[in-house]
């Protein structure tokens, strides 16, 4: 049974860092084909791309927001952990680790990469 | 990256409609598109991948079709649990659409 789970503070200052934890089961990122992924959503908005790791420790950052971010992942604890710097009232939302894979989901000798499932997601809020 | 857009960006239907949700690219991305369902305090839940395969556990009134640059997601029959909104994504690149809402008439 795959599982994620997000953890960190739901508050932060302005200008501060936010690091965020993803603790996941059910799947390796020792596998092939395995990457973990975080995503964001304001609150009443759309979903926006974060950065994603994947089993061979590429990483893929948003364009617009690749100054801010790192992610990392420790293998061995089955956890990726994304820090974002200098954070504004605009970066509150709910923030959303999900695991991105190919297998399972090969059909006619091609293979897509999907999300597949997702952790329940944790609002952090940006305040003074 | 691919840049997607939806419409409509708020649809009100009623229980048994016929809804028809579209997703166009700003260039062609043959098949490599995935339609994902998200109700109000949830994560997004995948329904479709290469723009017309259902995931398993979906129902089979949804459906998806299309190709190169224009996408569509139809739900035959619309149930109480659709209301909710609905993003389409490009599975080369990360980026989803700005999402459909489906509310209830």
């Known amino acids: 049974q795959v599982t994620l789970r997000e953890s960190g503070p739901v508050v932060v200052k302005p200008t501060q860092t936010l690091t965020l934890t993803c603790t996941f089961s059910g799947f390796s990122l020792r596998t092939s084909e395995m990457c973990v992924s975080w995503v964001r959503q304001p609150p009443g908005k759309a979903l926006e791309w974060l950065a994603l790791?994947?089993?061979?420790?590429?990483?893929f950052y948003n364009t617009s927001l690749k100054t801010r971010l790192t992610i990392s992942k420790d293998t061995s604890k089955n956890q990726v952990v994304l820090t974002m710097t200098n954070m504004a009232p605009v970066d509150t939302g709910t923030y959303y680790c999900a695991r991105r894979t190919s297998r399972g989901y090969c059909t006619g000798g091609i293979c897509y990469e999907v999300f597949d499932y997702w952790g329940q997601g944790i609002l952090v809020t940006v305040s003074s | 990256d691919i840049q997607l857009t939806q419409s409509p960006s708020f649809l009100s239907a009623s229980v048994g409609d016929r809804v028809t949700i579209t997703c166009r690219a700003r260039?062609?991305?043959?098949?490599?598109l995935a339609w994902y369902q998200q109700k109000p305090g949830k994560a997004p839940n995948l329904l479709i991948y290469?723009?017309?395969i259902l995931q398993s556990g979906v129902p089979s009134r949804f459906s998806g079709g299309g190709s190169g640059t224009e996408f569509t997601l139809t739900i035959s029959s619309l149930q109480p649990e659709d209301f909710a909104t609905y993003y389409c994504q490009h599975l080369n690149s990360f980026p989803f659409g700005p999402g459909t809402k489906v509310d209830i008439k």
């Open positions: 260039q062609g991305i043959s098949n490599y």
């Open positions: 290469a723009a017309s």
């Open positions: 790791i994947d089993w061979g420790d590429d990483k």
